[in-house]
């Protein structure tokens, strides 16, 4: 489908719903993924493309070049949020990690608050839902500072019981430590995360969490009701979050 300049721009399942007969703007990702939209759109939900496009030349196409933030998949998904179309929710662990999660990167990159608010909306609703292992939303809890995400991962670990694979074999010891959890521990037990993610977390839910566990942990058992901890861990994060209040 050839625009109004010419070019031929070809319509995927990324930005289909994004060709508006009104547009006024060319916003083009950084794998070449062309989106027909609207300039106030981008500048009513972030200040980042507010203050591009005020000090810009009223070129009316926007090139993204960030291979990993901007690319055809996210922008798209960063739209549907924009023009009110449902978001689906993660369909695997790698979904949410490769897509959404690095929806929430790009949202925080363009300081898009609205966005940000829904996704994280989002967030809290498929983690008392998930059907994939929990703790890729206790470190968004942490990332976004929103203990209730944290504690519905919590919550909803006796149904998803999900355990670390372990390194490949060959693999070095430190890569293994960097990069891979201890095989056959529980993945939401921080102590057998991977390095790479352990470090992401915040002092205040790492504190939270092992006290939490400390806490309902009984001698000569193995096993953790994670629906306890869930509790404990809600409770010390509100007084936490009290104590930041004071």
């Given at each position: 489908m050839p625009d109004d300049q010419g070019i031929e721009i070809v319509v995927n399942d990324h930005n289909r719903p994004f060709?508006?007969?009104?547009?006024?703007?060319?916003?083009?990702?950084?794998?070449?993924?062309?989106?027909n939209i609207h300039t106030w759109k981008l500048k009513a939900a972030s200040s980042v493309f507010q203050a591009m496009f005020e000090a810009g030349n009223g070129n009316s196409t926007v090139k993204l070049t960030d291979e990993t933030l901007e690319n055809g998949r996210i922008l798209s998904m960063f739209l549907k949020i924009l023009y009110g179309i449902h978001l689906e929710d993660p369909s695997d662990r790698s979904d949410l990690m490769m897509n959404h999660e690095i929806l929430l990167q790009f949202v925080v990159k363009y300081d898009a608050s609205a966005a940000k608010e829904h996704l994280t909306t989002c967030f809290r609703l498929w983690a008392s839902n998930a059907k994939l292992g929990s703790d890729r939303y206790f470190l968004l809890g942490s990332q976004l500072n929103q203990y209730?995400?944290?504690?519905?991962?919590?919550?909803?670990?006796?149904?998803?019981?999900?355990t670390w694979t372990g390194p490949p074999d060959g693999m070095g010891s430190r890569q293994a430590l960097l990069l891979h959890g201890i095989k056959n521990e529980r993945t939401l037990n921080i102590a057998s995360w991977p390095f790479y993610d352990f470090r992401k977390l915040s002092h205040e839910y790492m504190f939270g969490f092992m006290r939490a566990r400390e806490i309902v942990m009984e001698p000569n058992k193995s096993k953790v009701d994670y629906k306890l901890v869930a509790a404990e861990f809600e409770k010390i994060m509100k007084d936490l979050t009290l104590e930041d209040a004071n």
């Open positions: 060709q508006f007969d009104d547009s006024d703007l060319r916003l083009v990702s950084a794998d070449d993924v062309v989106f209730e995400i944290a504690t519905a991962s919590l919550k909803r670990a006796i149904a998803v019981q999900s």
